[in-house]
């Protein structure tokens, strides 16, 4: 991984060196290189240390140790130098968690979260994103980011989620963007009943989710498929114990492309929860990096092609630290490709 870094930097001082060749008089000034380096990089890391300031319980899986080890893995690779850095801003996102969760579920998290305000930054960092896509700034964006959301609805804090990001990021995507068209993938070991819950009657957001039933929260089975106008725009795709890459790529390869192909999302979200990773804490799947890798690969050929190449990727679970870095450090490898 360091050695990619390393000929990502090197093409970028070429490209430099070029510039000089083409008639510069002088080297290029530090801030100059770093324009250049921004101009290579397509892939966008949304990230604030205030993410590590959210609390649960003492010894609580879901803690800041994970974005500890994602930062870490990151530096330590090399790679951290090819993203391109976004910090969410630090403005109220409530008009837009609104759209997703009523008052109600908005003044239950208030008491309920120890920092409710990170909670909001959180779906901040998410429209960040979505914001850096669709203007072009980023081709694909991923969220390191704290509390996950795809179990919120919208009874409060649930399975660790308080506020929906993806969900939301949905709708922002469409009502700021005009986006007619989104699919959410969403590969965490548990499903995602917050965003089946938020699109089920909606045709304008596909949803698939790969996840164990017999796990939190016991739903996503095959057979809840959306209602009313959101008929067929739901696909549920539920795993044994022990799913290893063939079984999740296999779930991708024959439930989600083909549906994709024909919905044609014009922006694709993902859920992307490392707990289907082998040795998670809270899952039982064997998805190895490589599986993460081609799960990536598979998303990004499907927005090459409908998307304009748009992907924007959100932390879920993932609670075995150092597999959670190493998870990471593949899927943003295949995202900086
Ligand atoms: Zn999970």
């Keep these: 991984m360091k050695d990619e870094g390393i000929s990502r930097r090197s093409f970028i001082r070429s490209a430099a060196a070029a510039g000089l060749a083409a008639g510069f008089s002088t080297p290029l000034p ?11 990089s397509k892939t966008a890391f ?3 240390d205030k993410y590590l300031s959210h609390l649960l319980s003492e010894g609580h899986p879901e803690s800041p140790k994970r974005l500890e080890a994602i930062l870490k893995r990151l530096r330590d690779s090399g790679l951290e130098d090819d993203l391109i850095k976004i910090a969410p801003e630090d403005k109220d996102a409530t008009e837009w968690i609104s759209k997703v ?3 109600k579920h908005i003044k239950l998290v208030e008491k309920q979260a120890r920092s409710p305000e990170i909670c909001r930054l959180a ?11 669709c203007t072009g700034k980023a081709k694909n964006a991923f969220c390191a980011l704290r509390p996950p959301g795809h179990h919120a609805t919208d009874t409060g804090e649930y399975g660790f989620c308080f506020f929906n990001n993806v969900a939301i990021a949905a709708k922002f995507a469409k009502e700021k963007y005009g986006l007619k068209r989104i699919l959410i993938a969403d590969w965490d070991f548990h499903h995602g009943n917050g965003t089946e819950w938020t699109f089920y009657e909606d045709p304008s957001v596909f ?3 790969t996840h164990k039933l017999e796990a939190f929260p016991f739903t996503g089975f095959p057979d809840r498929k959306g209602k009313g106008e959101g008929y067929g725009f739901n696909i549920n795709a539920p795993l044994p114990s022990g799913a290893d890459d063939k079984a999740i790529i296999d779930a991708f390869e024959n439930k989600l492309l083909p549906a994709a192909e024909n919905f044609k999302p014009e922006l694709i979200l993902i859920s992307a ?3 289907c990773r ?5 899952g039982d799947f064997k998805v190895t990096d490589k599986g993460i890798a081609r799960l990536t690969e598979m998303i990004m050929g499907l927005a090459g092609t409908y998307s304009k190449s748009r992907v924007v990727s959100l932390l879920e679970g993932g609670y075995n630290t150092g597999g959670l870095a190493l998870a990471v450090e593949s899927h943003l490898t295949m995202l900086l490709k």
Excluded: T
């Design 207 to 209: 949803f698939f989710s």
């Design 46 to 48: 949304i990230y604030s």
């Design 101 to 103: 969760h009523s008052e």
């Design 30 to 40: 530090a801030f100059a290189e770093n324009l250049i380096k921004d101009k290579n």
């Design 278 to 282: 082998k040795d998670d804490l809270l």
């Design 123 to 133: 779906v901040s960092g998410a429209l960040a994103a979505v914001d850096a896509v």
């Design 273 to 275: 929860g490392f707990d």
